[in-house]
């Protein structure tokens, strides 16, 4: 192959490659974007993008936006091109692995126990498993309670916590009945947690059934 030979196939080359160089380029910018101050660090692996021919014009990269968590693990963005008058979108594959700061038990927590800043700490860790669970910030974990029995060193989701009930199970409470403008109180007992608003299951100590109301106060439940 001749010198200009050479130089011609090199320039082809870079050129081929260069559309590919610059859509990368943009893609890690997106998401340096979307996970400004979100994250500690990341690393961000494309594992495919788009051919964009000559000609086609490259708008935006969307798709992660209006995600409420850091994009986390294997996903999906999209590529706005304008082709010939018309918009469409093109697929580009990739893995987020983020480092976060995020609250870590500090050894097991049974169920019901409320959580305290003694319980926990926040540590930085690796996320990328998690996807689209939310982890709550320090500041969501107050006035909640374990759901379920957290281990020592795992992470606190949404799954493993909940607002601390304003009843609990074997509560003692009043129970009204109310029929139209008649109403009647009877002794009774919480046989569920629940919320000011919930539905729950109590017990009419006076004749022994079990009814449904809503909870009203913290030792009110309403039966109507």
Known sequence: MTMPAILLFAAIAVSAQAP??????????????VLAGRVVSYELD??????????????????????????????VCWVKVKENGRFRDLPVTLTVKPIE????????????????????????????SFGATHIPSQEE????????RIPGGSVFSERRIAPIPVVVVGQPLKII??????????????????????????????????????????????VE
């Open 101 to 128: 700061r995020v609250p870590v038990a500090k050894a097991d927590i049974q169920p019901r126990t409320v959580l305290t800043r003694e319980l926990y700490e926040m540590r930085e860790v690796a996320t990328q």
């Open 177 to 222: 009945f109310r029929l139209g403008r008649i109403e009647a109180v009877a002794e009774g007992q919480a046989l569920e947690d629940g919320r000011i608003g919930e539905n729950i299951r109590v017990l009419n100590l006076v004749s022994g059934f079990k009814v449904k109301g809503r909870v009203e106060s913290e030792n009110l439940v309403c």
């Open 46 to 75: 494309i594992r495919r993008l788009p051919e964009i021919k000559p000609g086609v014009e490259v708008v935006a990269i969307h798709g992660e936006e209006k995600r409420s968590e850091p994009p986390r693990g294997s996903r």
């Open 20 to 33: 590919s160089s610059d859509l990368s380029a943009r893609v890690e910018s997106y998401y340096a974007t």
């Open 141 to 148: 974990l107050k006035d909640v309670w374990a759901k379920v």
